[in-house]
T-cell receptor, first 117, second 112 residues
């Protein structure tokens, strides 16, 4: 299993440009997440999905959009890039821990380092 | 409002000694706590977790302690090894939400 994969690894964008960060997992996990990590800070949840066709906002969703058409893929879209979106982006996935749907361990991809100039 | 706090940005210990990383939280609804380890240019990897119904969980050299009354948890690494040098994140979860709230991280350096 490749686990969670992310592309690209690095990207430089100009203000106002758009791009899609790709995320895929081959573990058949229902839950997928997007986080961003700013320097010296913890990870903040942008969006998450509990299954194909279902997405919801996290702590910092403004400026981003997501879709989940398959179990495997969870792309993150930046429509009008701003310098404040310069960050490292991590995708993660997890499987419900128990029958109640409780999840704990999330598996992370290697990250995408995005710079907006 | 930072619901999960790691007040020590860095920690340096000698190889073979104990490393103690601390984490405080404010939300009494959190019922599951995790520690993640992160090397540069990699994603975080799960290390150890603890449910709020327990006060201790061990896995080899790693032990997590939970003090619910103080809303405090700690990660003990004994003995510390140079390969443990990394950033350690504390995270908390509320059942059935699937959403983790992370602390800011503590950079651990283990000196040979």
């Amino acid at each position: 299993n490749a686990g969670v994969t992310q592309t690209p690894k690095f990207r430089i964008l100009k203000i106002g440009q758009s791009m899609t960060l790709q995320c895929a997992q081959d573990m058949n996990h229902n839950y997928m997440y997007w986080y961003r990590q700013d320097p010296g800070m913890g990870l903040k949840l942008i969006y998450y999905s509990v299954g194909a066709g279902i997405t919801d906002k996290g702590e910092v969703p403004n400026g981003y959009n997501v879709s989940r058409s398959t179990t495997e893929d969870f792309p993150l879209r930046l429509e009008l890039a701003a310098p404040s979106q310069t960050s490292v982006y991590f995708c993660a996935s997890s499987y419900p821990k128990n029958a109640a749907g409780y999840t704990d361990t999330q598996y992370f991809g290697p990250g995408t380092r995005l710079t907006v100039l | 409002d930072q619901q999960v706090k790691q007040n020590s940005p860095s920690l340096s210990v000698q190889e073979g000694r104990i490393s103690i990383l601390n984490c405080d939280y404010t939300n009494s609804m959190f019922d599951y706590f995790l520690w993640y380890k992160k090397y540069p240019a990699e994603g975080p990897t799960f290390l150890i977790s603890i449910s709020s119904i327990k006060d201790k969980n061990e896995d080899g050299r790693f032990t997590v302690f939970l003090n619910k009354s103080a809303k405090h948890l700690s990660l003990h690494i004994v003995p510390s090894q140079p390969g443990d040098s990394a950033v350690y994140f504390c995270a908390a979860n509320i059942s059935n939400t699937g959403k983790l709230i992370f602390g800011q991280g503590t950079t651990l350096q283990v000196k040979p």
